[in-house]
């Protein structure tokens, strides 16, 4: 089910408009996510859409033709993002559904994220679920969370995590 638009709207707040440095969002499917990024301010150029559902990404690409759309597997960051990424990325959204994974995949996909990112820059996850999707306790991590978004359907809240 696409984002609420509050919540994508919460969701690209986070994200610096300012730098010319790559945002990656993992899971775009429709673009909800990604209309709220553009909206927000950041040029479509700087955008790279890990997309797994090749239907998606082919929506994708006739959406956003400036953002580089990559088919591939999100839960596999690494090779997804290899040769792709110039320069570290400013941030990386994502609205993968983290919470229906285990625990060990979730932990790999915020480490590999945090591999692709500048250091401080967020890791911003959207969770339906009261407890966040990845524990604030990581060490060297720094997790902050969103008032819950209570017009979203289901409700839901923003958890952004900074390494360093």
């Known amino acids: 089910m696409p984002s609420g638009r509050v919540l994508a709207r919460t969701m690209a707040q986070y994200v610096d408009v300012e730098s010319d440095a790559p945002v990656v969002e993992l899971g775009p499917g429709t673009g909800a996510i990604t209309n709220a990024l553009i909206a927000r301010g950041v040029d479509q150029k700087r955008l790279?859409?890990?997309e797994y559902?090749?239907?998606f990404c082919a929506l994708l690409r006739d959406r956003y033709p400036q953002a580089q759309v990559?088919?591939?597997?999100a839960y596999r960051l690494r090779d997804s993002l290899r040769e792709v990424l110039s320069s570290p990325a400013s941030a990386v959204v994502?609205?993968?559904p983290l919470v229906t994974k285990p625990m060990q995949t979730r932990l790999r996909l915020i480490?590999?994220?945090f591999l692709a990112l500048a250091p401080g820059a967020p890791f911003v996850q959207f969770t339906y679920s009261v407890a966040p999707p990845i524990p604030r306790s990581?060490?060297?991590v720094s997790t902050e969370?969103?008032?819950r978004v209570w017009i979203n359907l289901p409700p839901a809240r923003v958890w952004v995590y900074r390494k360093g």
Do not use: K, T, W
């Open 48 to 50: 790279v859409l890990v």
């Open 53 to 55: 559902n090749p239907g």
């Open 70 to 73: 990559i088919q591939g597997d």
């Open 94 to 96: 994502s609205g993968l």
């Open 111 to 113: 480490r590999d994220a």
């Open 138 to 140: 990581l060490p060297g």
């Open 145 to 147: 969370a969103s008032e």
